[in-house]
């Protein structure tokens, strides 16, 4: 093909030396994860799952990727976080420590505030109650103000992505 592609043996020697440092510590758990697009879809089940591990090893490739015989050489997981390509796997990778760290309790200062643990509407408001642009006002929903949380939740759910 027209691109760059990584040759196998430089990959391999670093992923020998993270897993090999990860190897000395007790209690550990690693996962090894290769970016690719025909990985499985990254999903928030995902991100929940690999919480689990102590260590997780990013093979992050740029232009067109790495030799295929990498995934060959260890246990990897070859993983996609959309259907659409980018020029490297670096930023799939702090897409992923985003959504698995956040997971982890004192990571976020309120546990509840995991979306997905909670009902989530996906407009949010703040203060002042109206807010003035362009001569027209913009107001919070009235159930919002009311301080009656089932009401609250039931609204939530039903304006979700509106």
Same mark, same amino acid.
């Given at each position: ?59 992050? !490739?740029? *232009? ?8 060959? &050489?260890?246990?990897? #997981?070859? +993983? =996609?976080? !959309?259907? *659409? ?8 990778? &702090?897409?992923?420590? #985003?959504? +698995? =760290? ?19 509407? =996906? ?40």
């Amino acid at each position: 093909g027209p691109g760059m592609v990584m040759e196998a043996m430089p990959v391999v020697r670093a992923v020998e030396k993270a897993v090999k440092t990860i190897s000395r510590r007790k209690g550990n758990r690693m996962k090894i994860v290769f970016f690719g697009p025909s990985g499985k879809q990254f999903t928030n089940a995902k991100a929940e799952s690999l919480k689990k591990y102590s260590d997780v090893i990013f093979i992050c !490739g740029r *232009y067109e990727g790495i030799d295929a015989r990498v995934k060959k &050489m260890f246990r990897v #997981e070859e +993983i =996609s976080i !959309g259907p *659409y390509i980018l020029s490297g796997g670096e930023l799939p990778a &702090m897409v992923m420590i #985003e959504a +698995i =760290s956040r997971r982890i309790k004192g990571v976020i200062g309120d546990y509840k505030s995991i979306e997905e643990k909670r009902v989530a509407g =996906s407009n949010v408001y703040t203060r002042p109650e109206v807010v003035e642009f362009k001569g027209k006002k913009y107001k919070v929903p009235k159930i919002l103000l009311s301080g009656h949380h089932g009401r609250i939740d039931t609204w939530k759910s039903a304006n979700k992505g509106k």
